[in-house]
């Protein structure tokens, strides 16, 4: 069962987590703001239901024009009316979300979210039940590293409904990142077993044998994703990681080398890993080309500029590679940084 997407907002608040990317995770539901109120209960007689949803209709509005401070003035009025709706809570959760996206500020990030997440859960102890809710409030609590608290959210919802896939998913990454390696991997097989047909949870049991060393296990999960999804570049790219760590570099490479070459220059796991094929091969020079071309391109990555700087001091150009550190540096790369200052000690003495 695939999770369903109701539309909404076009901001998606998603996580990364143990080295799948967030567009892989994208696939297995984020929340969307105002997309994800469920059919409230039957009110009570005496609740002014037009006037409720009047408000929620007006925010709803503002929120789907970008103007969610509008909208946090007017659910603020409302739940202080009726502080026993659930929709006007969840509402409310999403406007803050938006408003925590928006921010520049990390501090006041982190606030607005911690709002939201007491907003959700304020909705879960008014009711109805929803699994989607828990999941929300999961997603917002492990990006704000409450991970105890976001794993009690996914199992929850687990429970509530489990023939999704998703909801053990979330809570194996968070497992994962708790520590719990047994739980988590019960949970994203289980997930695999649930929906065979999306690689998300069997590369995610690919990423968890390579942190244990366990190189045939991840060979035959990452396998099963390429089966059902052979046009992820991501599953690809830990298809040659698999094989690099098997010492099968030339092997890794042929995987790598089939994507379209505009997808290897616009990914940077791929360009890494096959950097560090290069590099088991002894062919600094094919990874300092690599990176020249895709430093070209993407004028304004600084992690290419300085992988390219890096490559090119490897095959011996380091005075080349200066002017890609300096550019690195000037975009606030540590390791640029401490390039040149490397260098410099070294011109010194």
């Known amino acids: 069962m695939s999770p369903k997407d109701n539309g909404g907002s076009r901001r998606t608040l998603t996580l990364l987590v143990i080295g799948i990317p967030l567009a892989a995770l994208l696939t297995w539901g984020g929340f969307t703001a105002v997309g994800l109120i469920t059919p ?3 009110p009570e007689p005496e609740t002014p239901v037009d006037e409720i949803e009047t408000a ?25 009316r009726w502080p026993g709706d659930q929709r006007l809570c969840l509402l409310y959760g999403e406007t803050m979300l938006q408003l925590a996206l928006a921010s520049d500020d990390e501090n006041v990030a982190r606030e607005r979210k911690l709002d939201a997440l007491r907003q959700y859960e304020q909705a879960i102890l008014i009711g109805p039940g929803h699994p989607e809710h828990h999941h929300a409030a999961g997603m917002i609590a492990e990006d704000l590293g409450r991970l105890d608290n976001a794993a009690a959210h996914f199992a929850k919802a687990q429970i509530m409904d489990p023939t999704s896939a998703k909801y053990p998913l979330f809570l194996g990454h968070t497992q994962v990142r708790l520590g719990k390696r047994a739980e988590a991997r019960k949970n994203l097989l289980l997930a695999a077993n649930l929906e065979p047909e999306s690689g998300v949870a069997w590369a995610s049991l690919a990423g968890l ?9 991840a060979a035959t999960m990452i396998a099963r994703a390429r089966e059902v999804e052979p ?12 094989l690099r760590r098997q010492n099968r570099p030339e092997e890794a490479l042929d995987v790598l080398l089939a994507a379209p070459e505009q997808t290897r220059l616009a990914s940077n796991a791929l360009l890494f890993e096959l950097a560090s094929c290069y590099g088991l091969l002894d062919q600094p020079g094919e990874a300092a080309a690599m990176y020249v071309k895709a430093a070209s ?8 500029q300085y992988q390219c700087a890096v490559w090119l001091e490897r095959d011996g150009r380091a005075d080349r590679a200066v002017a890609y550190c300096e550019r690195a540096a000037s975009m606030g790369h540590e390791g640029a940084s401490r390039w040149l200052a490397r260098r410099d000690s070294v011109e010194d003495g």
Request: hydrophobic share 40%; no cysteine.
């Open 40 to 42: 409230a209960p039957e």
């Open 297 to 304: 391109e993407r004028p304004d990555d600084a992690e290419v």
């Open 209 to 217: 044998a390579l942190d244990e060393n366990n190189l045939s296990v």
């Open 231 to 242: 046009y992820r570049t991501e599953w690809r790219v830990v298809e040659a990681k698999v």
């Open 56 to 80: 929620i209709e007006i925010a709803s509005q503002n929120l789907n024009e970008d103007r969610p401070e509008t909208a946090r003035a007017i659910l603020a009025k409302a739940i202080e």
